[in-house]
């Protein structure tokens, strides 16, 4: 049999099948060894294969995913979703604060692993005027890269029915960090969904995790009806800070839009847009056509190199 992975708990697998019927599933230990460094070998998107047992037996080809540095296992990964059409990146500018380079190492890596990016800033309600100017300044910034923004409020719904058309007929890995009201914004999207929400930490206005494993949600709630071909929303758990992985430096340009789009001038072919005489990308920088923000994560991302790639909260 066959199917799609719906739901990854750690130890068992949920399994939505090509007839339609949901199984829980194990893997095998060899699938640990056969040069999957990862701490999840088959994660929520994956098209698997079952045997009459409920072993999972093989995994199919993936088209993309998103990956990041595993927390603890500095030469591992962790795959969020496989096999997605698009991503939703919830942003805050306050309570919490989602830093620059947090979202800016969030879209590299869907550039690296070709998964279009849909940026959400939620808890609009919540805003001073300052941080409501800040967040257009924002939303300028990355919609003049070419990044589709959407302003909501989560909590109050407004702007959260225009969402809905984005998401039929797609599987949408939902990401952010912790305390940004994705638990809240799911909920409103998907009545049915109830997920467990957490209040902002007073402290450190930092968020608590609600989510501890990753699963699709359907968006029509009828378990009875789904098929691998129904539109879900992968709920993840929230992240503090997002490690790349399995980058090269010289391929990083090309994973910052506007970046790329400039080196395309520079006089040297193999230039790092750091120090180069005749280099287009520091030009554009001075001359403010690539912003700092984004050319300050380029170049931590550079340095990932020397640091094993993984860097704590941003």
């Excluded at 539109?231 to 758990?237: A, K, M, N, Q, W």
Aim: hydrophobic share 35%.
């Amino acid at each position: 049999m066959q199917g799609l992975v719906i739901k990854n708990t750690g130890s068992w697998y949920t399994v939505l099948v090509d007839d339609g019927q949901l199984l829980d599933c194990k893997i095998k230990g060899n699938f640990r060894i056969k040069g999957i460094r990862s701490t999840n070998p088959i994660a929520v998107g994956d098209r698997v294969t079952i045997n009459n047992e409920g072993w999972i037996t093989e995994i199919a080809d993936r088209r993309n995913y998103i990956i990041r540095k595993s927390i603890n296992l500095s030469k591992q990964s962790h795959i969020l979703a496989a096999n997605v059409d698009q991503a939703l990146l919830v942003i805050t500018v306050s309570k919490p604060e989602t830093s620059t380079t947090f979202i800016d190492r969030f879209l590299a890596s869907a550039e690296a692993y070709r998964v279009p990016v849909i940026l959400i800033f939620n808890k609009t309600d919540l805003l001073t005027d300052d941080e409501r100017h800040y967040q257009q300044l924002m939303m300028q910034l990355y919609e003049t890269i070419g990044y589709e923004c959407r302003a909501i409020s989560a909590q109050t719904g407004n702007g959260v029915d225009a969402l809905h058309d984005l998401l039929q007929g797609k599987i949408t890995l939902l990401s952010g960090n912790s305390g940004v009201g994705k638990s809240t914004l799911i909920n409103r999207l998907i009545p049915h969904a109830n997920l467990r929400t957490a209040d902002i930490s007073d402290a450190h206005q930092a968020g608590t995790h609600t989510t501890t494993f990753s699963e699709m949600i359907p968006l029509d709630g009828h378990s009875s009806f789904l098929t691998p071909h129904s539109s879900f929303l992968i709920d993840t758990p929230g992240i503090k800070g997002f490690g790349t992985f399995d980058m090269e430096r010289e391929e990083l340009t090309s994973y910052f839009r506007e970046i790329f789009e400039f080196s395309k001038q520079c006089r040297f072919s193999d230039c790092t847009h750091t120090h180069e005489p005749g280099c287009a990308v520091l030009k554009a920088v001075e001359d403010h056509y690539i912003a700092q923000s984004r050319y300050q994560s380029y170049l931590s991302m550079l340095d990932d190199k020397d640091e094993n790639k993984y860097r704590e909260a941003f």
